[in-house]
């Protein structure tokens, strides 16, 4: 992975979106809810402040419109203050 982050933010892998069918019909991927939760892949060291709570690894749920979406060689990936993320799984 080339992406450190810095200060307070954290690198999350979105869990990818449920394939849901309603009578027959699938739901294209435009349509679908996108994920409220994720794995931290990589963590900045903090702040003065704010120091560091989440680890590579922590399975987390964010806010709906928390992050912002970067793409890395085809994958997708937020990029969002650990205050944004809500809680630990």
């Known amino acids: ?5 810095l ?15 309603v009578g027959g019909i ?3 991927d435009t349509a679908k809810e996108k994920p ?5 892949l990589a963590v ?4 003065k402040d704010e120091e560091m709570v989440l680890k590579a690894g922590d399975q987390v749920l964010y806010g709906k419109y928390s992050g912002t979406e ?3 060689e085809g994958e997708k990936f937020l990029i969002m203050r650990q205050s ?5 799984i």
């Open 70 to 72: 970067v793409e890395l």
């Open 7 to 21: 200060a307070d933010r954290v690198l999350i892998k979105p869990a990818p979106a449920e394939e849901k069918t």
């Open 36 to 40: 409220l939760r994720g794995e931290v």
């Open 1 to 5: 992975m080339n992406i450190k982050p």
């Open 26 to 28: 699938i739901i294209p």
């Open 44 to 47: 900045g060291r903090g702040t």
């Open 84 to 88: 944004d993320v809500l809680a630990i």
